[in-house]
T-cell receptor, first 113, second 114 residues
């Protein structure tokens, strides 16, 4: 079975500071990993995904994530936070044998001016 | 704009009633997914269709049913509604429904059960 754990339901950072949102997964088969973002009153939008090519994945809006098999992690980072990054971020996992995305509980990112 | 449309945007109804939510996928996408998002349960996968056939089932209640039609639009039917069914219901679509597909989400239907 696969699962995803997002550490911290809320993360608060100052504008211009590093953003780090944590995602750990559990999977008995090679995983595919995704980060989606949900802005207030909107649907989810893909930020980036890892599908077994390069372990460092670059996404939209300056975000990137690194797949670390030894740590079973896929943390999302951005060097400098902007006010417009305030949203909820979801990590998800699937695999070759499982079409269904398994979702984390989400992390709300709060940006302090 | 993801290209996925959902109607209606808002729905207010009473307990015991039945409602139908509609979703039109992006042009060319063959797979449709339904999700429920609520404050207490988070984002829950309900069901996936691919080209008219059910492909995967998640935490969908027996009171809920869905289908995908030949023109690829999909409907989610919710019956015998309870207060706890109040939530945001999202539809998403993807090209082939595979494990590495990007899912494109619609704006959602907010269901309020009174």
């Amino acid at each position: 079975a696969q699962s995803v754990t997002q550490l911290g339901s809320h993360v608060s950072v100052s504008e211009g500071a590093l953003v780090l949102l944590r995602c750990n997964y559990s999977s008995s088969v090679p995983p595919y990993l995704f980060w989606y973002v949900q802005y207030p009153n909107q649907g989810l939008q893909l930020l980036l995904k890892y599908t077994s090519a390069a372990t460092l994945v670059k996404g939209i809006n300056g975000f990137e994530a690194e797949f670390k098999k030894s740590e079973t992690s896929f943390h999302l980072t951005k060097p400098s936070a902007h006010m417009s990054d305030a949203a909820e971020y979801f990590c998800a996992v699937s695999s070759r044998s499982n079409y269904q995305l398994i979702w984390g509980a989400g992390t709300k990112l709060i940006i302090k001016p | 704009d993801s290209g996925v449309t959902q109607t209606p945007k808002h729905l207010i109804t009473a307990t015991g009633q039945r409602v139908t939510l509609r979703c039109s996928p992006r042009s060319g996408d063959l797979s449709v997914y339904w999700y429920q998002q609520s404050l207490d349960q988070g984002l829950q996968f309900l069901i996936q269709y691919y080209n008219g056939e059910e492909r995967a089932k998640g935490n969908i209640l027996e009171r809920f049913s869905a289908q995908q039609f030949p023109d690829l639009h999909s409907e989610l039917n919710l019956s015998s509604l309870e207060l706890g069914d109040s939530a945001l219901y999202f539809c998403a679509s993807s090209t082939s429904g595979g494990s590495t597909d990007t899912q494109y989400f619609g704006p959602g239907t907010r269901l309020t059960v009174l």
